[in-house]
Nanobody, 116 residues
Framework: QVQLVESGGGLVQAGGSLRLSCAASGIIFSAYTMGWYRQAPGKQRELVAAITGVGSTNYADSVRGRFTISRDNAGKTVYLQMNSLKPEDTAVYYC??????????WGQGTQVTVSS
């Protein structure tokens, strides 16, 4: 059974930092590209950042330079370090594991709220 469990969300003031974690089980973690997505109220879910099994990264323009995605393959965990947070970063953040021809898996989400 595949499980992705996010943690680390919360309430922070603008300019502050948070670190999200996503612990995976039930998959060969290193074979999956891991991504962080977010969905704000009334908006579509969007990609924030992704990292391949060998560490290649991709970021949304809106977070590049402020957020850093990383992974620990031995610990089966992916992280999202979020700095210089803005109110527009407020959303539910989801972890996703994807592997071509093997399917995708989603976590349950963690709320991030940035106050102005």
């Amino acid at each position: 059974q595949v499980q992705l469990v996010e943690s680390g969300g919360g309430l922070v003031q603008a300019g502050g930092s948070l670190r999200l974690s996503c612990a995976a089980s039930g998959i060969i973690f290193s074979a999956y590209t891991m991504g962080w997505y977010r969905q704000a109220p009334g908006k579509q879910r969007e990609l924030v950042a992704a990292i391949t099994g060998v560490g290649s990264t991709n970021y949304a323009d809106s977070v590049r330079g402020r957020f850093t995605i990383s992974r620990d393959n031995a610990g089966k965990t992916v992280y999202l370090q979020m700095n210089s947070l803005k109110p527009e970063d407020t959303a539910v953040y989801y972890c996703k594991a994807e592997r071509r021809w093997w399917g995708d898996y989603w976590g349950q989400g963690t709320q991030v709220t940035v106050s102005s």
